[in-house]
DNA sequence: TATGCCATGTGGTTGGACCACATCAAGTAT
DNA sequence: ATACTTGATGTGGTCCAACCACATGGCATA
């Protein structure tokens, strides 16, 4: 069973026993490399290989050098696997824009729909509102705080899985729209749509009219993508 | 700005660039591990820790010896990074198992009311069934032929993402509920409930009756789920 | 013609060496 | 006594050279 295994996986299966049993916890410190090699009678390579497989999965995060901030230090984001993997697997033309706008609008409209109004991310996203409503933020300013808000609004619900999903989707696609979004003919119109449909959107949910926030949110994702020339999916009948 | 990448992610990005502008196709062959060191001018070292990260999204695989099966190619499965990830998170105990089931109760009664009758995978779903009809399955079988009946039916939808999703997690917490379900004090009738309520939602999507079928299979999740303990978060109000 | 063997090219693994970096303790100059 | 310098220490980051296991394909041989 264990000489069978390739040696990297094996340090993988070690380190995924070690946290499944709890001697491992978030923001504790793996051992040293050359350590675990040690230990596990395999070569730093191999322990080097598991490393960067458990940090492209946000499991862990490495740090040179002394002090707090190096060694090698359990971490938990949920949202790094999610982020690169789909940007590759979308890279390969085999996963198509439209799935991906199409699990959005399900993920968030479900998530603005059950969203708790006493939420606290629900005050970043008034304060993202606000931010919008300058007059003078350029069009790349207003997509990050866009994004931020999306993603505030999402955490409202209290799924962690559903709002890391739902932003790591919007990623995804993120620089295939930003160009086109921005350069649209009259970018200062359109932004004054999207200040007013996000406007009611939170309004809708802080009123804790959760089907009509959902509707709303719909239609914008829904908008938005149409502009940016990738409408969702056409749901089989 | 090349300078400043670690070596690695150079390898990555060059292969992300590759596979995005064409030049990579799913089926081909990366060069060997060799040439692509001295083409980036980095160790073999750097080349083969990015590819096991590339190997961990699905986005390739690698195979020693020759002939077709030999060398890295690049594979499209979208379910590995999912996977595997899941798993690893849910052990960190930041990814509550409630949050997993709502999101699997969310995306499944999202692709069955979607389901387009005419499909092929519900060819496949049907003969499922059958499989899961014969008296003398034992409950591990019945289990596997379950989860496959499951992920049959969420592609009818058509958006793989959302049917990928759904796989990755209820594999993700497949181990924890096992043991639980099939050591009830009457497994026996447990199974003829379940075939009942597969065979409900099977006919309800194939009569078109969307929103039942949703209804159905939600219900089916829900009380699977809180059979084994894990009852789905209380979504916020 | 049929069989066996080995050259070739692939990934898999190892050990060792060196570097860059950040800290901390000891030593030194003021 | 205080402030500064310096070096020892331990971490990950990188590279190299070698060897192994494996699967094929062609060559030599029976």
Redesign the interface.
Known sequence: MVATMKA?QMVLGWV?QE??EDRL??GQRLPAERTIAEQLQVSR?SV???I???E????VRSGVGSGPDAGTL?I?D?SA??T??M???F??S???AG??V??RL??ES?AVE???PA?ASLESAHALLEAMDEPNVDAERFHQLDAEFHVALSQ???????ST?MGSLRDAINQYTLDLIVNLPDWSATATRLRAEHHGIYDAVMA?E?RLASELVAAHIEGYYREAGIPP?E???
Not at 56 to 59: E, K, L, Q, R, Y
Not at 156 to 162: D, E, S, T
Request: hydrophobic share 55%.
């Open positions: 990297h995924e946290i499944a916890r978030i390579t080097r290989e598991a960067r497989v458990l492209a999965m946000g499991i359990v938990a949920p696997p999610f690169s993997a940007r590759l697997h890279a390969t085999h996963l198509p799935d991906i199409q699990t399900l993920l479900w059950h969203a708790d939420s409202a619900a209290g799924n962690v899985l559903i999903m804790g959760a999916r749901a089989a009948q």
